[in-house]
């Protein structure tokens, strides 16, 4: 945004006066009522061809155009079961009530789910919000940093034949830096699966299937996963991403092994290496 364009007619010098002209702007923009459009208009400096009021509502087509390009890259499944025009209709509620605090946008979409489940006109889509949740982890393990590994934060599996008896309680297992859970009573991966643009198949979907855990993540070839997990590899995975020892894990309540739901998570990739907190 060029500067020339935002000039009030006083001088703005404090960083009071700067928050000011932040809020006032985000307001003409996320809530153009007539006194909001009035107030930020004020900060724009008309030219011959255009008012303050026009220049303003480029402004906005800009930005919220933007923003709602970036949601609807990041929630395609969405925008394919409801429409993009009713995507676009949906999300401005989002975009005037829940404003971005981080300039990298593709932060942005994290509290859409929350926010579709609360919009009443879809109230009857009930799985439309768990199917929302699912698409921004997606989202977010398709971003998330590569591992690696070092002597204080994360060692190879291979070095477990170096533990002492002993030691294991104290030891924890380090998951692969994307891996993401979520639990739904709909069959969110079977509704997501067959509105990818590559499936070929039936289209149908029975929401009395029942409920999945699921966990999202990459693989070490870089490959998105959506892969269901039993009771047990829910309880031991979720318990490794809240940082519990193995002594701790060990506590808890599983219907078969622990080691054998610990071999499945690391044959798997999800369980790449582990950490001494002694």
């Not at 009443?120 to 699912?134: G, R, S």
């Not at 002993?166 to 030891?171: G, H």
């Amino acid at each position: 945004m060029n500067n020339k364009e935002i000039v009030t007619h006083k001088k703005i010098d404090t960083v009071e006066g700067l928050k000011q002209l932040q809020e006032t702007f985000y307001d003409g923009i996320f809530d153009p009522n007539a006194n909001n459009v009035k107030h930020a208009s004020a900060y724009i400096l008309n030219t011959e061809q255009l008012l303050e009021t026009d220049r303003l509502s480029i402004y906005r087509g800009s930005i919220l155009g933007g923003i709602t390009t970036a949601l609807i890259s990041i929630y395609p499944v969405c925008v394919k079961l409801v429409g993009e025009k009713y995507f676009t209709h949906m999300v401005a509620g989002y975009l005037k009530n829940y404003p971005s605090n981080s300039p990298d946008i593709g932060l942005y979409g994290e509290y859409l789910p929350v926010y579709i489940a609360n919009f009443e006109p879809i109230k009857t889509l009930t799985y439309l919000a768990d199917v929302a949740h699912l698409e921004w982890l997606w989202h977010q393990a398709f971003n998330a940093s590569n591992d690696h590994f070092t002597s204080q934060s994360c060692q190879p599996l291979t070095e477990l034949q170096n533990i002492q008896e002993r030691e294991l309680p104290f030891i924890k297992f380090c998951p692969v830096s994307s891996a993401q859970l979520l639990t739904s009573p709909y069959p969110i991966q079977q509704i997501w699966q067959v509105n990818q643009a590559d499936y070929q198949g039936d289209l149908s979907v029975n929401l009395d299937d029942g409920g999945v855990s699921l966990v999202i993540w990459r693989n070490a070839d870089l490959g998105m996963q959506i892969d269901e997990l039993s009771d047990d590899e829910t309880t031991f995975i979720k318990a490794v991403l809240n940082n519990a020892s193995f002594g701790d894990i060990a506590e808890l309540s599983f219907s078969k092994g622990l080691d054998q739901v610990v071999q499945r998570c690391i044959q798997s990739g999800l369980i790449i290496g582990f950490s001494s907190v002694k």
